[in-house]
């Protein structure tokens, strides 16, 4: 079974990883299964162990894309982390996006998605709110994502980057939201509650 740290413990270590040399993507592939860390321009983030909100959020998030995938028999897939991006073939990145919506079947590998998704999903901890907000933001914007999601349940946000229309919009968790990638898909929040 893998062993999450908490957030406390993923903060001072991120803090002292990053001030440390510059890792790659082999050497990340090469760690134990149980070991979940993303890698961004060569630095090492451990991953803090998810919360009920957390998973809450992406359940629920995974449940209403895959139904109206499925119910308009869509070809897109929607994938929950732990899963590995590998973006534009850099050898000094490898992220773990919290959800993933794919519609190019090019883009999917065994060892994960090989390329810019078409909507990228980050649930924010204390832990990866700098990543989320800056360091994941830029890469996924350079990567070719078309739409970004930063759910952000402490500040009880949700911000929607469209990044082909140079749009951002935020969003609270009462609101419906439309999924742009997904023509006519609308997420209604009001159903879902904070824990």
Known sequence: MPRYLSDE????????????????????EAMPEDVFVELIDGVLYYQATPTLTHQALLSFLHIEIGSYIRENKGTC????????????????????????IVCDKSKSEER????????????????????????????????????????????????????????IKIYGFQDRIPVAALDGLEIDFSGFELA
């Not at 413990?9 to 082999?26: D, F, I, P, Q, S």
């Not at 739409?147 to 952000?152: A, P, Q, S």
């Open 112 to 167: 994960g998605i090989v390329s810019g998704p078409d909507v990228v999903m980050e649930v924010v901890s204390p832990s990866s709110r700098t990543r989320d907000y800056i360091l994941k933001l830029n890469k996924y914007q350079e990567a070719g994502v078309r739409e970004y999601w930063i759910l952000d349940p402490k500040e009880e946000k949700i911000i929607v980057y469209q990044f082909e229309n140079e749009m």
């Open 9 to 28: 413990e993923v903060m001072k270590m991120n803090e002292a990883l990053a001030k440390g040399r510059k890792y790659t993507v082999e050497e990340i």
């Open 77 to 100: 897939k929607v994938y929950e982390g732990p899963l590995a991006l590998y973006l534009n073939q850099d050898s000094e990145t490898y992220l773990i996006p919290d959800l993933m």
